[in-house]
């Protein structure tokens, strides 16, 4: 009985909702181990279409007992406005557990996060605003709050006066913004204790006896391998760890634990805010993509950046996460073109690169090498069985494989749950 790592092998965005939840039902935990509301997933169950950004996936599986894990910064106030959206229409929320080591995203995080991405102007890194960072720099920094401390007032209010200590000090002094009140902050922070205190628990503990008994566990990444803040475009990356280590850090279990390492990735390639993509496509054809897969943020609505699929970010991710299997998403996409260009390599100042440059600039001035795959103009929403795809995505999907280095288990076709192809079980 597997634990299984289901994690993004781009820049995000590549269906990890879905997949995780085709798991849900047969697992018996699903854990989100890092990031917050800063990117969401999509599920679509039936006529239902779901849109969650804190949430795990697998709180739409019945059964199945949603975690968010120790490496998650919890926005109290989004918590609940997911959690009453999904009770208004039906789902049962009453299983989800909250670590007690999880940090809570306070106001004045956000307020931070806001005017120092304008202050950057130019040289802004595309957040969302949602107090992601600043939260994570206080984890770092040791000023943090954790969910824990909402319970005790005396010692949350001194954790919280230690925070602004500084930080109103930056919010006047640099910003000409008004301080953050320490008395404000505390009442709202306490307001959700009694509302968020059945959810509380020693989630590692939990996690770790599911296992010793034989439970199904699902580890859910937010945000992606190439946003990771050790292994992704830094500095044009997220503030958590998005790989297959931050499962483990991220939940209290140890990584001896982890059966399979699942990489979700697109038929081709988006990334949302700024830095790097060597392959994007700033033409009509890149528009194409854009509105036939529908790629717009699930948080944010911005619309997302397209490209053709780029095979080194393929094996890098493999390489970094040590990934077992690959679900390639939104292969329908990509009907309709008469050849499909994959990059498989980029040229760096007339040097060819086979895997990732080491030079982040040089990153930036990677330029992609192609290999052009013949395309299929039939309708692949219906494809079920791996012998209804034309032969032509067929070979698409092989020679993503091979250039990949990992193979693909299932081949997403559509948006809904049941299209989906399987070739290999994710859980075997």
């Given at each position: 009985?597997?634990a299984?790592?289901?994690?993004?092998?781009?820049?995000?965005?590549?269906?990890k909702?879905?997949?995780?939840d085709?798991?849900g039902?047969?697992?018996?935990?699903?854990?989100?181990?890092?990031?917050?509301?800063?990117?969401?997933h999509?599920?679509?169950?039936g006529?239902?279409?779901?849109a969650?950004?804190?949430?795990p996936s697998?709180i739409?599986?019945?059964?199945?007992t949603?975690?968010?894990g120790?490496?998650?910064?919890?926005?109290?106030?989004?918590?609940f406005?997911?959690?009453?959206?999904l009770?208004?229409?039906?789902?049962d929320?009453?299983?989800?557990?909250i670590?007690?080591s999880?940090?809570?995203?306070?106001?004045?995080?956000?307020?931070?996060?806001?005017?120092?991405?304008?202050?950057l102007?130019k040289?802004?890194i595309?957040?969302?605003?949602?107090?992601?960072?600043?939260?994570?720099?206080?984890?770092?920094?040791?000023?943090?709050?954790?969910?824990?401390?909402?319970?005790d007032?005396?010692?949350l209010?001194?954790?919280?006066?230690?925070?602004?200590?500084?930080k109103?000090?930056?919010?006047?002094?640099?910003?000409?913004?008004?301080?953050?009140d320490?008395?404000?902050v505390?009442?709202e922070l306490?307001?959700?204790?009694?509302r968020?205190?059945p959810?509380?628990?020693d989630?590692?503990?939990?996690l770790?006896?599911?296992?010793?008994?034989?439970?199904n566990?699902?580890?859910?990444?937010?945000?992606?391998?190439?946003?990771?803040v050790?292994h992704?475009?830094?500095?044009?990356?997220?503030?958590?760890?998005?790989?297959?280590?931050?499962a483990?850090?991220g939940?209290?279990?140890?990584?001896?634990r982890i059966?399979r390492?699942v990489?979700?990735i697109?038929?081709?390639?988006?990334r949302?805010?700024e830095g790097?993509?060597?392959t994007e496509?700033?033409?009509?054809?890149?528009?194409?993509?854009?509105?036939?897969g529908?790629?717009?943020?699930?948080?944010?609505g911005?619309p997302?950046?397209?490209?053709?699929y780029?095979?080194?970010?393929?094996r890098?991710?493999?390489?970094?996460n040590?990934?077992?299997?690959?679900?390639?998403?939104?292969?329908d996409?990509?009907?309709?073109?008469e050849?499909?260009?994959v990059?498989?390599?980029?040229?760096v100042d007339?040097?060819?690169?086979?895997e990732?440059p080491?030079?982040?600039?040089?990153?930036?001035?990677?330029?992609?090498?192609y290999?052009?795959?013949d395309?299929?103009?039939?309708?692949?929403?219906?494809a079920?069985?791996w012998?209804?795809?034309?032969v032509?995505a067929?070979?698409?999907?092989?020679a993503?494989?091979?250039m990949?280095g990992?193979?693909?288990?299932?081949?997403g076709?559509?948006?809904?749950?049941?299209?989906t192809?399987?070739?290999?079980?994710?859980?075997?």
């Open positions: 009985m597997p299984v790592v289901v994690l993004g092998a781009q820049w995000g965005d590549e269906g909702g879905k997949a995780t085709q798991l039902s047969r697992v018996d935990y699903v854990v989100k181990f890092n990031g917050g509301n800063n990117a969401g999509t599920v679509v169950v006529d239902e279409k779901y969650l950004h804190l949430l697998g739409l599986s019945p059964g199945c949603p975690i968010i120790n490496g998650v910064v919890v926005d109290l106030a989004v918590l406005e997911e959690l009453e959206g009770q208004g229409r039906g789902v929320t009453s299983k989800l557990l670590s007690s999880a940090h809570v995203i306070p106001s004045y995080n956000r307020t931070l996060d806001k005017v120092t991405e304008r202050f102007g040289r802004q595309g957040t969302t605003g949602r107090g992601i960072g600043p939260t994570y720099a206080d984890k770092m920094n040791r000023v943090g709050i954790r969910i824990s401390d909402l319970f007032e005396e010692i209010h001194d954790k919280v006066e230690g925070a602004l200590a500084q109103n000090q930056i919010l006047t002094k640099i910003y000409n913004r008004r301080s953050a320490i008395d404000e505390v009442a306490r307001s959700y204790a009694d968020v205190a959810m509380v628990a989630t590692g503990l939990v770790n006896r599911a296992l010793d008994e034989g439970k566990v699902v580890f859910e990444a937010g945000q992606a391998t190439m946003l990771d050790d992704g475009t830094y500095p044009f990356v997220t503030s958590s760890s998005a790989t297959a280590g931050g483990a850090t939940s209290g279990i140890g990584p001896t059966d390492v990489g979700v697109k038929a081709y390639t988006t949302v805010g790097p993509f060597p496509l700033l033409d009509a054809v890149g528009e194409q993509l854009r509105k036939t529908g790629e717009y943020g699930v948080t944010t911005r997302r950046r397209c490209g053709w780029d095979a080194v970010v393929a890098y991710a493999g390489r970094v040590g990934l077992t299997d690959l679900v390639l998403t939104k292969l996409v990509l009907t309709g073109f050849k499909v260009p990059c498989v390599a980029y040229d007339g040097v060819r690169h086979d990732m080491i030079d982040q600039s040089a990153f930036a001035r990677a330029t992609p090498i290999e052009e795959l395309g299929w103009w039939e309708d692949l929403s219906l079920r069985t012998e209804d795809l034309p032509n067929r070979r698409y999907v092989e993503l494989e091979e990949s990992t193979r693909i288990s299932s081949v076709v559509g948006p809904d749950r049941e299209a192809i399987v070739r290999h079980d994710l859980l075997g």
